[in-house]
């Protein structure tokens, strides 16, 4: 169940911002197990005077660069992860067209128990917690 925020430049188009989501969420489910319609997603537009980057480690970015956040269960391996991190790349790439030199990805994984995904529980937490 990641959450996925994703944060760039303004001015792109709808179906630009529309694939980039798709091509996160086949990711997700090509390399981490993420079930269909497990999507939770938001994109960040910013102002180019809001939004600031650097080469740095020798990758020469664009204004066309995202920020890619992704929170999810402590459960993936280093192995997943970098699958995921090339699957991205890949598929950013042939739709909507974007430079592997601009896709920047962090993953935050965080215990089960940090979760509530609705209705103030702790659906991914021990069975019964003791209120005192």
Known sequence: MPFVQVSMQSGKSPAYRQSILDGLSQALQDT???????EFMTITEHEPENFRFGHAFGVQ???DLLYIAITLF???TIEHKAEFFRRVVELL???PGIRS???FINVYPTPKEN???GNGEMQF???KISHG
């Open 61 to 63: 970015r664009t204004g």
């Open 32 to 38: 981490l197990q993420v079930p269909e319609g497990d």
């Open 115 to 117: 979760w509530s995904v």
């Open 93 to 95: 790439s042939k739709n």
């Open 125 to 127: 937490g021990p069975e």
């Open 74 to 76: 402590d459960t993936r």
């Open 101 to 103: 030199e601009d896709v």
